[in-house]
């Protein structure tokens, strides 16, 4: 009976844990107080704390740092709005981006083609020369292209068809001379005959061979230079030389010279 006046209740145990815990010092708070109250003061009365909710990405996580810390930042959504966005390298010393071309694969070979444009002699001489004879010969010319024709009637013989006329040397003289002083290498020489008159088809075939002949042993322009073409009918006639009638045409056979680069 006396173990059991000794023996304490079960309201007395908390009463004894509290007067055991030691006394609460605030000297020990106030350094913790003192730097909360410095950070809110320094981030302004207005400062808030944000805790991001956690994403499926990281772009999601980039998005809410960026959010909590107050700089704008773009959207995952203008990302994929603009899948395609070019990638530039970061800007130099002159605020200019600058792109790089994508660098060629190892080994692959690149071809670069080289197009000159044809020489040409810029001799002052030579080119008042040329004009002079453009004008004479009534020579249709561009860069890379002239074109002449010749009365073949006026270039041959009456009795014989296919031998030059001594008169007609001096201009074709002037020909030779612009076959030399222009360049070009290729020169097509063409016949056009008159299909009313009886073997003009074969006559103009023989007569552009026999003008091809006389320019060869008259310059400097070698045969392999020269190609005779198949000769066609005269299809458009042209104004008659001697005739009191004004307007009045006819069909002439003729042979044109086509030279090319």
Known sequence: MNRGKNRPTSQTYPEKAMKTLPPISL?????????????????????????PAKSESSLDNKEADSVSSGAPQPSRSQ????????????????????????????????????????KQNLNPERMKRLAELRRELRISEIATQAKMSLPANDI????????????????????AEYLELVGLK?????????????????????????????????????????KAAGPEPVVKATP????????????????????EQ
């Open 27 to 51: 000297a020990g708070l106030l350094p913790g107080i003192l730097a909360v109250t410095f950070l809110i003061s320094a981030s302004g009365t207005h400062a808030q704390v944000k805790i």
């Open 79 to 118: 990302f994929q709005n603009n899948s395609n966005v070019s990638r530039s390298a970061p800007a130099g010393p002159t605020g200019l981006k600058q792109s790089h071309a994508p660098l060629p694969k190892p080994g692959a070979v690149t071809a670069v083609q080289r197009v000159e444009s044809p």
């Open 156 to 175: 041959f013989e009456v009795t014989a068809p296919t031998t030059i006329n001594d008169l007609s040397e001096p201009t074709l003289q002037k020909v």
């Open 186 to 226: 290729k020169i097509t020489v063409k016949p056009f005959y008159v299909s009313t008159e009886e073997g003009a088809k074969e006559l103009s075939w023989a007569r552009s061979l026999a003008l091809i002949e006389w320019m060869t042993s008259h310059s400097k322009v070698p045969l392999e230079n020269f």
């Open 240 to 259: 008659k030389k001697y005739t009191k009638n004004v307007g009045e045409t006819e069909f002439v056979n003729r042979i044109d010279l086509l030279l």
